[in-house]
C-alpha cells in the first residue's frame, strides 16, 4: 500500500496495491509495520460501520476532547463519499485547514486522520458505506464537533446537503468557540 501524507501533518491517504485476476481482487487495507515507518504505533480498540442511505448526507464535523482524542483510519466498503479533516490543533500550522479525499467502494482509499483533527463526509451515491477504526473508545462526555457549514472552513460539498443531523446542525461555529 502508499501512505501519502497531506499538507496536513498526520492525515495520510492510504492506496492500496490492489491484485487482481479472473476470481475478483486483494488489498491490504492496514499493515502495522507499515503504518509504523510513518510513526503510527498506536492500537485499534474500537470499529464502527455508517450506513447511509440517501446521496447528499452528511456527518460531521466530529472529534473527542482530550483526554480522549483519537486516530480514525477510514475505508469506504460501499458507494462514494467525499470525506474532510480539518485541523484543530491550535498550535499547528494548518490550524482550520481541512483535506477533502474522495473514498469509494471502487477506489479503495483509505484516510488515517490523527488526534487533533475533525472529521465528517458527505455522501456522493445512496446507500454508502464506511468502515473506521479508532484508536479510543467512544466516550460520550467526550463527544464534540464544529458545524459542517462553518464559513470559517471554506469546506466546499460536493452536493447540496440533507439528512443532517440536528446535533450536527447545532455545533457552535468557529468564532463562537468549539470546546478546544
Sequence with gaps: MELIETHIKGVFLIKPRVLQDERGLFFRTFCKKEFAEIGFHADFVQFNHSFNLKKGTIRGMHFQVSPYQETKLIRCIQGKVRD????IR???PTFLQHV??????????SILIPEGCAH???TLADDSALIYHH????TPQADAGIRYDDPALHIEWTLPAVNVSEK????????E???L
Design 135 to 138: 484508536t479510543q473508545y467512544y
Design 90 to 92: 491550535k498550535d499547528s
Design 100 to 109: 477533502a479525499i474522495e473514498l469509494s467502494a471502487e477506489n479503495g482509499y
Design 168 to 175: 450536527d446542525k447545532k455545533y457552535a461555529l468557529i468564532v
Design 177 to 179: 468557540g468549539f470546546g
Design 84 to 87: 474532510v479533516a480539518v485541523d
Design 120 to 122: 465528517g463526509f458527505q
